[in-house]
């Protein structure tokens, strides 16, 4: 059966009939030096095929051996996220054949994971979710196909394929959640918030660069849509290719108006892998997807069980950084910010930039200040996440350190910001290229405020009879003429001083 | 001079230490011998003139030297085309890989290059371990040096048939399900299966990786300790290779003294299905080694009833598995489906691999396929997974009793070519007593214990001990080697017929 | 899949060789389904003996916990990454176009 439908049904529309259920699974490739199962480099953007060696290339005889690293980074990823760590597991071979997969099985894990039954809890507008996480488990990566002779670049009419097997055997960790039920209209945002919370829960833990956009962190997205009162799930989608955080709420928010206008249609969603297209807004089908493929597991006998002692996770626990709920709290504490206040930083997920801002010297409030107006809008235009943007911390503490000594003012500020932001140079650098000093001279300042006292008498008879309110116009006039390079406040001072 | 190729190994070890005789000339002398036999034999897929003599040279120029060589240097050797040899041909007896060329060198083949043991080549076996006979070789079987007219058993036919038509003093093979013990005992001469883990498996092509092991093909039982010390020993290559040293094989091999041992006689292998002079040989030895201070009783191991059954699911799992990675992508055969103008990848893998195995192979792959299928798992492979863990209890249980368990090798002597290809299940029989071994993990040895009365053909008799005890079977087959050689007045390969020599 | 009684139908072999990416032809279809059928009948035995309380045994040798550091090795140079490749394309494995999609 197709899933187009006449006419499209609104997310809004969708939301008063249908209950989405959501499933996230995430792959975060882990930042270990070497491949899970061999020496080869991780090292990314090598020419092809020159990080393989029989391992990872799947040559006969061959014989894996498994990553200290990447079992601790995965048994860490496993505590994050309040996981069971198995006392004992193994490897399994899930076996089908493709042709960047070299042994044409891939080493995962698939009764026996190393960590589940976990949770974390995310916030969206202030409400808080918990989110069920069924199990983060180990696996090696494929390796990457260049299709050839298509049109888009991708598998459909490609005439042949080019295979490159650096990434083959790069250590992946799968995280996978329970049924994500009871979001209603908020779930497009509370699926982004699992992966921006989950993207910096890993990357504080240090075992990976979670970039989405290069690859180290995937998402899928699972989503199905039930009548509002129903219990039993209905059949879900798989949406593969969502390379970022808006992607992710793009998606589930197309997904549910899909789903919602087949079944208004009467007719039965396809269980399935569908494509997403960031450029157009819609998910294309892809493999029809059964649940019972037949992958025919069975543990793997080149490898001997994973037993971790308690020991070994206990030491490994002690070395997490302090759970984000905790950490929060403390800077919360720390800060002296409203819950209202904290709730903006870690919504807007600038909660590590502002800490690092401080850090480096700036006022709690000074630091949420510029990191939620002017590089969250840079952010948002630029469609990159708050992280990303090409200022630093040390950089934004260093504005607001010519701030607080006087030498710009707010407005500077601003310029100094974009100038920063535009690549122009350090805070330093644009404030002397661009000429963005306040003039704290007040012989100079002095002649511009007798100037404008000279030019609006009016206005200065109005403040030597005392509405000094009306300074106001008299401060404008000496800023336009200063191009704003003036306190505005030590103005105010010197008008009043001549005329009160 | 005596003909170099009738020496053991030890006696050409002792031999070139004494610079009695160069490594060059001993390795001349194995490649004049194959060059006169191999045509009949066809112990051999691949012969490497120049790589052996070179590593001969580089042997004798270093005892020259005066630098300290293995007490092994110089003594050539085959290595089963299982095993990866750099700049070697590895076709593992299948036309999928012929050709193919390893970049690499499986970890028992560097520890023998390191050793300077000069490499005579690549030796015949069934396609990719799978069968009892060495027929389903895609080159062409290897003949049984007694009559060439019978199989030299199998997976590791060529291996053995080496050794026993004087090609090679030392063969390494591999054992999954008796590949290396049974070929010994229809050829006359001596094959070890190590414990499981005791060598390391990186390099050997894999049938089932539970089950694989490699290990010595020699004619005698100090050979074959000599060449498991040099080989055995942990590899951090191999995840599942034993980190402990090797056990003292040699010294047990030399020490062949069996004064108080407890031997266990198994109820269940050797009774109906054995060929009379099997028996009969069996027999013998156990009167032999009872007469020299053991003390022979009979043990069950019941569960041996089902392991062949067993094996003949997991080996066909795994296998399956193991062997996807042959898809005619990144090496071996790639064939394009007929009257197909531009195929797909999934359809040149299935024309390749429908071209490159031959029908044993696809057979177990199939029958692995469904023993892991979704719905059938917990019948057949998890089933066989648990009958496998009753057959190790059985071990653990019988070894409380005694110190080591015998049985024939085989049920039958060599048969004839095409007698048993047919009849899958027929060919499966021949590794019923060989198989449990595999299963638990425990060490296994074949030694000679004479010829079938009926067809004078040779018996092999198996001990086997449990895991890292491979020392106690190396013991007990040395005095059993020892009071059978006093018999017959030298070893039984004395007896067989001189091979037609090419000239 | 048929298997009530360990049996194999031509279809269950044709399918099994989907699985398993194999041609087989039509003689070969007809000449496995007994062979296999007869194979799995005398190993189907094993179901017998293997009780619930029973541990699956999936390896020979008792260990645990063998790693390596994670540490880099020399790899294998391009050329011989490829040397045994059908066909090479832009230092890549030149493959035949594929039809399904990753999983």
């Known amino acids: ?500 | 001079m005596t003909d170099l190729t009738r020496l053991t190994a030890a006696a050409l070890a002792d031999a070139l230490a004494a610079r009695e005789v160069s490594a060059v000339e001993a390795t001349q002398a194995h490649l004049d011998r194959i060059a006169a036999v191999d045509g009949g034999v066809h112990a051999f897929l691949h012969v490497d003139v120049d790589g052996a003599l070179a590593t001969a040279r580089a042997v004798d120029d270093a005892r020259a030297g005066g630098t300290a060589v293995h007490p092994l240097a110089g003594v050539p050797i085959a290595v089963k085309d299982l095993l990866a040899t750099n700049g070697l041909p590895t076709t593992c007896g299948s036309k999928i890989l012929q050709g193919w060329i390893p970049p690499y060198d499986a970890t028992v083949v560097a520890r023998l290059k390191v050793a300077g043991l000069p490499i005579l080549g690549k030796t015949n076996m069934d396609e990719f371990a799978m069968g009892s006979s060495t027929e389903h070789s895609a080159y062409g079987p290897t003949r049984n040096p007694w009559d060439l007219g019978r199989i030299p058993g199998g997976s590791g036919g060529g291996s053995a048939a080496a050794v026993a038509a004087y090609e090679t003093p030392l063969a390494v093979g591999t054992d999954t399900g008796g590949s290396i013990r049974q070929p010994g005992a229809v050829t006359g001469t001596v094959g070890v299966k190590p414990t499981y883990g005791g060598v390391s498996r990186y390099g050997l092509v894999a049938l089932a990786s539970s089950l694989d092991q490699a290990g010595p093909v020699t004619r005698t039982v100090l050979d074959a300790a000599l060449l498991h010390e040099l080989i055995g020993g942990h590899d951090p290559q191999d995840s599942t290779s034993i980190d402990s040293p090797v056990p003292a094989v040699v010294e047990a091999a030399r020490r062949a003294d069996v004064t108080g041992m407890r031997i266990g006689v198994i109820a269940e292998l050797g009774g109906e299905g054995y060929q009379p002079g099997v028996r009969a040989r069996f027999d013998d030895v156990v009167a032999l080694l009872s007469k020299a201070g053991a003390d022979a009783v009979e043990v069950s191991c019941p569960s041996f009833d089902y392991a062949l059954a067993a094996y003949y699911l997991i080996l066909p799992s795994e296998a399956s598995s193991n062997l996807a990675k042959f898809d005619a992508m990144r090496y071996g055969l790639r064939v394009a489906p007929d009257g197909v103008e531009v195929p797909s990848a999934e359809e040149v893998m299935s024309a390749s691999r429908a071209a490159g195995f031959g029908d044993e192979v696809k057979r177990r792959i199939i029958l692995g396929t469904y023993a892991l299928s979704s719905g059938y798992y917990d019948a057949y492979y998890g089933s066989a997974q648990k009958v496998r863990t009753l057959i190790a209890r059985d071990f653990d249980a019988a070894f409380e009793e005694v110190d080591v368990l015998v049985s024939p090798t085989a049920p039958t002597t060599a048969f004839r070519f095409g007698d048993k290809l047919d009849d899958p299940l027929a060919m499966y029989l021949n590794d019923i007593a060989t198989i449990p071994a595999n299963l638990a993990g425990v060490p296994g040895l074949s030694v000679p214990s004479g010829l079938a009365d009926e067809d004078g053909l040779p018996v092999g008799v198996q001990l086997l001990a449990p895991a890292l005890a491979d020392d106690r079977l190396y013991n007990v087959a040395a005095a059993i080697e020892a009071m059978l050689a006093e018999q017959w007045g030298g070893p039984l390969l004395a007896q067989a017929p001189e091979l037609e020599v090419r000239t | 899949m048929s298997g009530s009684n360990a049996e194999i139908s031509r279809d269950d072999v044709a399918h099994l060789a989907n699985l398993a990416r194999i041609d087989l032809t039509e003689d070969e279809l007809e000449r496995l389904a007994p062979q296999l059928s007869v194979i799995l009948e005398s190993v189907a035995t094993v179901a017998q003996v293997a009780a619930d309380d029973i541990p699956p045994m999936s390896h020979a040798v008792p260990l645990s916990n063998v790693f390596r550091p994670d540490e880099v090795r020399p790899s294998l140079t391009p050329e011989q990454a490829l040397a045994a490749a059908p066909q090479v394309d832009q230092q890549r494995f030149a493959v035949p176009r594929i039809l399904g999609e990753e999983a």
């Open chain 1, 1 to 500: 059966m197709t899933t187009t439908s006449a006419d499209p049904v609104t997310f809004e529309d969708a939301l008063e009939r249908y209950d989405p259920v959501m499933g996230m699974e995430v792959h975060v490739e882990l930042n270990t030096a070497s491949k899970m199962f061999c020496g080869c480099s991780t090292v990314f953007g090598a020419d092809p095929n020159t990080q393989v060696c029989p391992v990872c290339l799947g040559l006969p005889g061959a014989l894996p051996v498994v990553n200290a690293r990447a079992i601790e980074s995965a048994i860490k990823i496993g505590l994050a996220l309040n996981c069971s760590i198995a006392p004992w597991c193994r490897f399994a071979r899930k076996n089908y054949f493709y042709p960047d997969m070299p042994k044409n099985f891939q080493t995962s894990q698939y009764d026996e994971p190393i960590a589940y039954s976990g949770w974390t809890e995310i916030e969206v507008d202030g409400v808080s979710y918990r989110i069920e996480i069924e199990r983060a488990h180990m696996e090696e990566d494929t390796g990457k196909s260049l299709h050839v002779g298509g049109a888009t670049g991708r598998i459909h009419g490609a005439s042949h394929s080019l295979v490159d097997y650096n990434r083959a055997g790069i250590p992946l960790i799968e995280i996978v959640t329970k049924p994500i039920e009871g979001t209603g209209a908020k779930s497009p945002e509370v699926a982004r918030a699992y992966v921006a919370h989950l993207r910096e829960l890993v990357l504080g833990l240090g075992v990976s660069d979670v970039r989405m956009e290069q690859g180290s962190m995937r998402c899928d997205v699972n989503l199905s849509l039930r009548p509002i009162g129903v219990t039993t799930l209905g059949t879900r989608s798989e949406t593969k290719n969502v390379n970022s955080l808006r992607s992710v709420e793009r998606a589930v928010r197309h997904e549910i108006g899909r789903h919602a206008a087949v079944l208004d249609g009467g007719n039965r969603i396809v269980q399935e892998t569908r494509h997403w297209h960031e450029d157009t807004g819609v998910t294309t089908a892809g493999r029809e997807k059964s649940d019972a493929e037949d992958y025919r597991y069975f543990p793997e006998p080149d490898l001997v069980p994973v037993a971790p002692s308690r020991e070994w996770v206990e030491a490994l626990r002690a070395q997490l950084p302090e759970p984000p709920s905790l950490r929060r709290a403390r800077l919360q504490a720390d800060w002296a910010f409203s819950d209202l206040e904290m709730r903006d930083v870690a919504g807007a997920g600038a909660m590590n930039l502002v800490a690092e801002t401080v850090a480096a010297g700036a006022a709690p409030q000074a630091a949420k200040k510029w990191w939620l107006s002017e590089l969250a809008r840079y952010a948002n235009e630029h469609d990159i996440a708050i992280d990303d943007v090409p200022m630093s911390p040390e950089q934004v503490a260093q504005v607001q350190g010519l701030l607080d000594a006087g030498r710009i003012n707010d407005k500077l500020a601003r310029q100094v910001f974009d100038g920063v932001l535009s690549g122009e140079g350090t805070p330093e650098e644009v404030v002397a290229r661009r000429g963005l000093e306040v003039v704290s001279d007040d012989s100079a300042l002095g002649d511009a405020v007798d100037r404008a006292i000279e030019a609006n008498p009016d206005v200065a008879a109005k403040i030597a009879a005392g509405k000094h309110a009306a300074a106001g116009a008299l401060i404008g006039a000496v800023m336009k003429e200063m191009r704003g390079r003036a306190d505005a406040g030590r103005v105010r001072e010197l008008i009043l001083a001549r005329l009160g």
